[in-house]
């Protein structure tokens, strides 16, 4: 897949999203831990929107072989980028509740955000990774199984959702970290 998405972008695309809260965390600075967890944060929760809501209708809307030539470029990237992404936010959420005192007495808030953030870990590198790597395989076969192929973006699909009912979730809890919950 590094390949695929070019070499520059792979080191970069996984380098960043895991540098960033190492830094923020040995900064010692509870602002900047802050914003780079929020910018992680943000950017899990619009890619996961984005395609959830916007690129697999769209991509479930194109010809086969439109498909695939769509595919051949967004997939490698989106996997290299996502993957390092999530690690990234739920690494810097832990060091910033440290930072924070929040683990010397941990709210309900704090441990349903702990749970989910392993749920969406789980949900990532188990069945969206397995299905993003069988699409990758389809796409860079030299006879693409369209139907394979579909049934991976549909199945894809639908875990994506899933995947967006739980970052809307440890949304909530953020807040009710903020308020005291």
């Known amino acids: 897949m590094a390949t695929a998405a070019t070499r520059p972008f792979a080191i970069g695309a996984t380098l960043l999203p895991l540098a960033l809260p190492v830094l923020g965390y040995l900064s010692s600075d509870i602002r900047i831990m802050f914003t780079i967890h929020l910018f992680l944060g943000a950017f899990w929760f619009g890619t996961a929107v984005l395609g959830a809501v916007v690129l697999g209708p769209v991509m479930g809307g194109l010809s086969a072989e439109a498909n695939v030539e769509f595919a051949k470029g967004f997939v490698p990237r989106?996997?290299?980028?996502?993957?390092?992404?999530?690690?990234?936010?739920?690494?810097?959420?832990?060091?910033?509740?440290?930072?924070?005192?929040?683990?010397a007495?941990?709210?309900?808030?704090?441990?349903?955000?702990l749970v989910l953030a392993i749920a969406l870990l789980v949900l990532g590198f188990g069945p969206l990774h397995k299905f993003t790597v069988g699409m990758f395989d389809e796409i860079a076969a030299e006879e693409t199984n369209h139907e394979r192929l579909a049934a991976l973006n549909k199945k894809y699909g639908m875990l994506s959702l899933v995947e967006l009912v739980l970052m809307i979730a440890i949304v909530a809890t953020m807040s009710g970290l903020r308020w005291g919950f």
Do not use: H, Q, R
């Open 78 to 103: 989106m996997t290299l980028l996502m993957e390092p992404v999530s690690v990234g936010v739920i690494g810097s959420g832990i060091g910033l509740a440290s930072m924070m005192g929040l683990w």
């Open 105 to 113: 007495s941990p709210s309900p808030s704090l441990w349903a955000a």
